[in-house]
């Protein structure tokens, strides 16, 4: 082979067998850094005559151990991290997979344009966000990553590079995709309408290029990203609105979300965003002004109406006042408004610390349901953890109709419970139209809840649909589905 950087030693490949998900069950031979896409071409032919595994790594940010081998070698995406081109007037980039959000974002900015997924975890490599059908921090308003991807290159396993772009392959009326030397016929599900990335993407008249987009590293390596940007955002102000009592803070979030809908340019946030009571009490150390008595609290934020800066808070405050909240913290101008972004990131940060110090397993729950069922599926959480003594948290975009349900089991006996909380969490939001994963992807940890979606049948649609692509099946096993479906 070529001058490719390839490493073996232990301990140079310990960091790659870890990600945010607390996985411990990761092994590889290597690790192999391409530079380019022949690179990419020749490592996987190789891995592909030699029959070995091969798992594509990110930046390590992810949550479902979807970057960590049981088997087999990793590439890893880390050199490939160049912008390629910055086309201000048609506001188009094009970037390799391992450029990282962060210096996206920056260099964007020197051409007042701006990354509209915004994931909140900037460290975050881009193939990443591709390979998930990531959402950010303004998803509430911008939606997922899925929107804006115009172009990709992929290099299957057999070598072959496919350049698909958006538009140029679409399934016909009996749901066929016809591209290069490939007849697809598409899977026989169909994805949910609302924010989600459990498995392949499926839905009539779909394009090719949505299949890729969510596949995890399961069906090729994806080396070149053509994305639309935006106009970099105006200056803004945040809100953080304290409430009493629920029922007052589902019927503000609500009202928000029906101005939206009618196209209120005054009630037109960026993002929308929960913290139950149990959140507020993991940020009081850090935040004692928190009010007593709040149940929980909306956060917000929105760009100024018109170039003039004019905030038209008094539009805000005459909406809040008919939810009577008990108190409303108000921050205008890019510092204030990242003060409050800290406020809403600090939460996660200091979960985890406490989970960590207490040696404590999480159970986190990634489900969305559509709006009608939102009351519904939150009213059941409530119900379920109620007659237990575990701890928990439930915090997230509401405005999307999902939260983040965090449970922290304390013993053997609230790990079991908090199991079967989680199994009729997932049952009752499939029962309703939901998904089992809004944003954080399937991986390795969430097969079963996949197949509560989709039944074996879906699943093994998927593993249809990987064979097509990827025919020795080296790719990211144990991603999406278990290993065993592939024989």
Avoid at 72 to 99: E, F, M, R
Avoid at 257 to 284: A, G, Q, T
Avoid at 315 to 325: R, S
Wanted: glycine letters at 6%; one cysteine or more; aromatic letters at 12%.
């Amino acid at each position: 082979m070529s001058n490719i950087i390839r490493k073996t030693e232990p301990d140079e490949i310990l960091n790659y067998l870890e990600d945010t998900s607390n996985y411990r069950y990761g092994t590889a031979k290597e690790v192999i850094f391409p530079t380019n896409e022949k690179d990419v071409i020749e490592i996987l032919v190789d891995y592909a005559n030699k029959n070995i595994p091969l798992t594509i790594s990110g930046a390590g940010t992810g949550t479902v151990a979807g970057r960590i081998p049981t088997d087999g070698g990793i590439l890893a995406t880390d050199n490939l991290n160049n912008i390629l081109k910055i086309d201000k007037l048609n506001k188009i980039v094009v970037v390799q997979p391992g450029v990282r959000i962060e210096t996206l974002l920056n260099e964007l900015q020197n051409y007042n344009l701006f990354h509209a997924v915004y994931p909140t975890e900037k460290l975050s490599f881009i193939g990443g966000n591709v390979s998930t059908n990531a959402s950010g921090e303004y998803s509430f308003k911008y939606g997922s990553i899925r929107k804006y991807i115009r172009r990709i290159n992929v290099v299957l396993s057999t070598g072959q590079v496919l350049k698909i772009k958006r538009g140029d392959n679409i399934a016909n009326s009996e749901g066929i995709i016809n591209f290069d030397n490939f007849k697809l016929k598409i899977p026989n599900y169909i994805s949910p309408n609302i924010k989600s990335s459990a498995g392949y993407f499926s839905r009539p008249n779909m394009d090719l290029i949505d299949l890729f987009i969510g596949s995890e590293g399961t069906l090729g390596v994806i080396t070149e990203i053509e994305l639309f940007v935006i106009d970099y955002p105006k200056p803004g102000f945040g809100l953080i609105i304290f409430f009493g009592d629920e029922n007052s803070l589902f019927s503000f979030f609500e009202s928000v979300k029906r101005n939206v809908k009618e196209k209120n340019k005054y009630i037109n946030p960026l993002c929308l965003e929960y913290l139950d009571k149990f959140s507020l009490e993991f940020l009081k150390h850090d935040y004692p002004n928190i009010p007593t008595g709040a149940i929980g609290a909306i956060f917000l934020e929105q760009e100024y109406i018109d170039n003039n800066n004019n905030v038209y808070i008094d539009k805000w405050q005459e909406l809040c006042d008919k939810y009577n909240p008990i108190d409303i913290w108000f921050a205008e101008g890019d510092s204030a408004r990242e003060k409050f972004m800290f406020f809403r990131y600090k939460l996660p940060q200091n979960i985890n610390e406490y989970f960590r110090k207490n040696k404590m397993v999480k159970f986190s729950i990634d489900i969305a349901v559509p709006e009608k069922h939102f009351r519904e599926m939150f009213r059941f959480y409530k119900e379920k953890i109620e007659n237990t003594d575990i701890n928990y948290v439930l915090f997230g975009h509401i405005g999307e109709n999902h939260v983040h349900f965090n449970l922290f089991p304390k013993n053997e006996l609230e790990k079991e419970q908090a199991q079967k909380i989680y199994v009729e969490s997932v049952l009752k939001a499939v029962s309703v139209g939901g998904t089992v994963a809004a944003e954080h992807g399937i991986g390795k940890l969430k097969h079963k809840y996949l197949e509560m979606m989709y039944g074996k049948e879906g699943v093994m649609e998927m593993v249809r649909i990987k064979k097509i692509f990827d025919p020795k099946c080296i790719l990211g096993q144990n991603n999406i589905f278990p290993v065993t479906y592939l024989k």
